[in-house]
């Protein structure tokens, strides 16, 4: 794995973290799990690396990945006061986490 790749990984854990201090960053954890592999490819550029991107694990690395920042916000969304959003928010990580299980458990893509 490049230094590129190793910056991105680490953007991605701790960025997460600073939403229970200041919500606004859930919004940069989502671009920043959209815009990885640009990300990486940028800086495999600027650092002069060959363009390896994440290497082969990069799906699982991913899923995996979005399951942190969004089980953070489902931490988040156990606070507030609204009933439904709290319910809605909550289901919604449930049924994202049972289907990230069932591919890992299946081992493929759907």
């Known amino acids: 794995m490049t230094v590129s790749a ?3 990984l ?6 997460p973290l600073t939403i229970f201090k200041n919500r606004i960053t859930a919004i940069l954890s989502m ?3 959209m815009l990885d592999v640009v990300v990486v490819d940028a800086l495999q550029a600027g650092f002069g690396e060959p363009a390896v ?3 082969e694990n990069y799906q699982m690395f991913d899923k995996w990945l979005d399951m942190y920042y969004l089980s953070i916000e489902a931490v988040v969304c156990l ?3 609204n009933r439904l959003a709290k ?3 909550i289901s919604l990580f ?5 289907g990230v ?3 890992e458990i299946r081992g493929e893509e759907f």
């Open 10 to 15: 680490t953007l991605r854990i701790i960025l």
């Open 87 to 89: 319910v809605a928010g």
């Open 6 to 8: 190793l910056i991105v």
């Open 79 to 81: 606070g507030w006061p």
């Open 53 to 55: 991107g994440f290497g």
């Open 31 to 33: 671009a920043l799990g």
């Open 101 to 103: 299980s069932a591919l």
């Open 94 to 98: 449930l049924l994202r986490l049972a």
